[in-house]
């Protein structure tokens, strides 16, 4: 019976689906987070279910990923796309409708995983109800965002108080880096149980292609100097800083300059606006001859970009991680990315890249023809980046960190039960 229990673990992820496809509006490193994490968990024998909110009313309630990972959609507000900020409302039903999951299976979970704020609430709020140990990982920190830009949400007080009652009171917040960790002690709060345990990547699914594949693959030509960027069309991913760093590139005419800037978007929607944005810079400065959009880069082609790349960009003004500069590094390709949170962590100046100043288009436009210039330098930074990655961020690696502490923090609530009989009844 403890044995069940032990193994039986809810990932819940409101706005963050595991099961949708990545790279478009507000899908992005979470749900490739929660996913993978699943998929790992299941691996090591754990009973996963990763519970998300239905945004279409074509989703099945369940996808069956493996025998012992699924993802759940609840309702919580209309079957569509909602943006994050104006999800709070739908809270309530959400949590109702995971109660009476719990109900209709006949079991209680004994630790849930939240993901984001959001879920934050919804754990906390189901705490109150149930036996139950929640973990946290924030994935993005209002406290910082907010500082970063001019039209704060109405939501913005909200988020920031639950967050706040978070930290104070989960059982474990995961910092994803140092440098996430250290921003919530300042920012959001000096009480609270933390501890540092790093996103992944898939060691096998990237790394296993070589340059000149991946090029022929893609109809890239051998003299081509390719830039990349990866992630979604947001004005704080720096996309804008890189279009500008091309353009003052000293290689500009002088070599055959490729951007890649790859992810999905939605006209209309504020992806889609960003990217009209962009396209709109790379046309003035001249630079649609050598520029192109993919559009979203799925499993089966990300690989190769990524393998094709000489260099990989990842602009951000912030990052409490940065999934994208791990996916690289294990790729064997250097990254330039800024010199903010995660990517202090992941990217080791001139050993795995370089790190500059966010939004300084001169410094990563020298960044950049630093590498190009230096294929076999860049060709070193790739082999010890993909190095690093395989000693601290595979996915197996990070999954059985995780399932050491939830194993820990079971064991101890177990411990706290049988000392306290009034909770078992
Ligand atoms: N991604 C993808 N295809 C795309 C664009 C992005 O699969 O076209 C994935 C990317 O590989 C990474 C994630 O989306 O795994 C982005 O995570 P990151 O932490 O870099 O940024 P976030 O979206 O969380 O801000």
Redesign the pocket.
């Known amino acids: 019976m403890f044995q069940n229990k032990k193994h039986r673990i809810a990932l819940i992820s409101v706005d963050g689906d595991p099961a949708i496809e990545?790279?478009k509006e507000e899908?992005?490193?979470?749900?490739?987070y929660v996913r993978q994490v699943g998929y790992a968990l299941a691996q090591l024998g754990w009973q996963v279910d990763m519970f998300t909110r239905y945004s279409s009313p074509e989703q099945d309630a369940i996808v069956q990923h493996s025998q012992n990972c699924r993802t759940i959609r609840l309702k919580a507000g209309p079957s569509e796309f909602i943006g994050r900020d104006h999800l709070f409302d739908y809270l309530s039903e959400f949590l109702r409708e995971f109660q009476q999951f719990q109900q209709n299976q006949g079991f209680q979970y004994p630790i849930i995983h939240t993901n984001y704020w959001l879920s934050s609430w919804v754990g906390m709020e189901l705490r109150k109800q149930q036996p139950l140990i929640q973990v946290h990982t924030y994935?993005?920190l209002g406290a910082i965002k907010y500082r970063s830009i001019s039209n704060v949400p109405v939501i913005a007080i909200q988020r920031l108080a639950v967050e706040k009652a978070c930290l104070e009171t989960a059982d474990r917040v995961v910092a994803t880096s140092p440098q996430e960790q250290k921003h919530m002690r300042i920012l959001v709060s000096p009480n609270g149980r933390m501890e540092m345990i790093p996103?992944g990547t898939d060691i096998d699914r990237f790394g296993k292609i070589a340059k000149f594949a991946a090029r022929e693959h893609l109809g890239i030509t051998s003299d081509t100097k390719m830039v990349l960027y990866?992630?979604?069309f947001?004005q704080r991913?720096g996309i804008e800083t890189l279009v500008r760093a091309i353009a003052k590139s000293e290689l500009r005419g002088k070599a055959n300059i490729q951007l890649v800037i790859?992810?999905?978007s939605r006209p209309g929607q504020s992806d889609g606006i960003e990217r009209d944005r962009i396209a709109n810079i790379v046309a003035e400065l001249g630079l649609k001859d050598c520029t192109i959009f993919p559009?979203?880069?799925?499993?089966t082609v990300?690989p190769y970009y990524y393998a094709a790349a000489d260099v990989c960009v990842?602009p951000?003004h912030y990052?409490p991680?940065?999934?994208?500069?791990i996916?690289a590094m294990a790729s064997r390709t250097p990254v330039v990315a800024s010199n903010v949170g995660g990517l202090q962590f992941t990217v080791v100046p001139e050993v795995t890249g370089l790190l500059v100043p966010p939004k300084d288009e001169v410094a990563f436009a020298a960044a950049i023809d630093r590498i190009l210039t230096n294929p076999d330098w860049g060709k070193q930074l790739g082999e010890t980046g993909r190095q690093r990655v395989e000693i601290a961020f595979s996915w197996d690696s990070v999954a059985s960190r995780l399932a050491q502490l939830y194993t820990r923090l079971l064991a101890q609530s177990t411990l706290v039960i049988e000392n306290k009989p009034q909770l078992v009844a």
């Open positions: 990545i790279g899908a992005g490193g979470q749900n490739v994935h993005s996103c990866v992630g979604r947001d991913k790859g992810g999905g559009g979203r880069l799925d499993d990300l990842v951000s990052e991680f940065g999934l994208v500069a996916e």
